[in-house]
């Protein structure tokens, strides 16, 4: 899914896949998270930004989460 949007470039081949993973799996944090890579990859940012903060509220320890919400 990620290789998708970012390293290949393709979001909207990953929109569905992240999508359906949260469906899937609304519980698993990082799930959270993948949408957010596809919507910064189509530059909406906003929707990004929020698709992160939703993942940081589920897993403050997380490093990744650290890493960008943690001054």
């Given at each position: 899914?990620?290789?998708?949007?970012?390293?290949?470039?393709k979001?909207?081949?990953?929109?569905?896949?992240?999508?359906?993973?949260?469906?899937?799996?609304?519980?698993t944090?990082?799930n959270?998270?993948?949408?957010?890579?596809?919507?910064?990859?189509?530059?909406?940012?906003?929707?990004?930004?929020?698709?992160?903060?939703?993942?940081?509220?589920?897993?403050?320890?997380?490093?990744?989460?650290?890493?960008?919400?943690?001054?």
């Amino acid at each position: 899914m990620a290789c998708y949007a970012i390293y290949f470039g393709k979001p909207a081949l990953a929109a569905p896949l992240a999508q359906r993973a949260v469906i899937i799996d609304p519980l698993t944090a990082i799930n959270h998270w993948m949408p957010g890579g596809v919507y910064w990859m189509e530059g909406k940012y906003d929707l990004a930004l929020a698709s992160a903060a939703e993942y940081y509220q589920m897993d403050p320890e997380s490093l990744m989460a650290k890493e960008h919400f943690e001054v």
